[in-house]
């Protein structure tokens, strides 16, 4: 079935560093991707999504793009805070409702 | 406006009670949406709601799990006999119809069993 393969964390950096989190995926056909982070104490949220090929989603100075040559949906940031302390789930939808995740990465940024 | 919320936040029980999760969900959502978060593993679907009906249950555990929504509003997830293996985060969402991509999460119930 369709499923994601999410880099493994922890992954701690420092402020103002570079941030690569690799999702690969497997699917039939081309289903959206999405990213959802969990701030702590918080509920998910989605953070940003590509619907096709190419795309690229961006938010909170977020971006990934959809890979469909190397099924991929790596997320990145050229320059992360403290605020961005959290984990990052790559997602993409099964039978149209529903979401599968990857285990998650958990980010943290020391000042 | 107000987000989907869960009750209650924590639930702590002994092994073999039983177990009710609570779940309402943003007002005018017509689907809903559980899932468990395992320690170190994402979210899984359990079940998804559209109106009052379950319309997919496919990813319920086995027949110890039972989830209503009678009045296509609050939506209620049911452990019988719990098991230590129960013992994860139950997150509910909510969106406006049936779209993946429009999923609203509500801050979880942790359950642990005894």
């Known amino acids: 079935g369709d499923s994601v393969t999410q880099m493994e964390g922890p992954v701690t950096l420092s402020e103002e560093a570079f941030l690569t989190i690799n999702c690969t995926y497997t699917?039939?056909?081309?289903?959206?991707l999405f990213w959802y982070v969990q701030y702590p104490g918080e509920g998910l949220q989605l953070l940003l999504k590509?619907?096709?090929?190419?795309d690229k989603g961006s938010n909170k100075g977020f971006e990934a793009t959809y890979r469909k040559e190397t099924t991929s949906f790596h997320l990145e940031k050229g320059s992360v805070q403290v605020s961005d302390s959290a984990v990052y789930f790559c997602?993409?939808?099964?039978?149209?409702?529903?979401?599968?995740f990857g285990t998650g990465t958990r980010l943290t940024i020391i000042p | 406006g107000a987000g989907v919320s869960q009750t209650p936040s924590n639930k702590v029980t002994e092994k073999g009670k039983y177990v009710e999760l609570r779940c309402d969900p943003i007002?005018?959502?017509?689907?809903l949406y559980w899932y468990r978060q395992s320690l170190g593993q994402g979210p899984e679907f359990l079940i998804y709601?559209?109106?009052?009906?379950?319309?997919?249950d496919s990813g319920l555990p086995n027949d110890r799990f039972f989830a209503v929504r009678p009045e296509g509003s609050v939506s209620t997830l049911k452990i019988q006999r719990t098991e230590r293996g129960d013992s994860a985060v139950y997150l509910c969402?909510?969106?406006?119809?049936?779209?993946?991509?429009?999923?609203?999460f509500g801050p979880g119930t942790r359950l642990l069993v005894l």
């Open positions: 969402a909510s969106s406006p119809g049936p779209e993946a991509e429009t999923q609203y």
């Open positions: 699917a039939t056909g081309y289903p959206s």
């Open positions: 590509a619907t096709k090929a190419d």
């Open positions: 997602a993409l939808p099964f039978g149209n409702e529903k979401l599968t």
């Open positions: 007002s005018g959502h017509t689907a």
């Open positions: 709601f559209q109106g009052t009906g379950a319309a997919d």
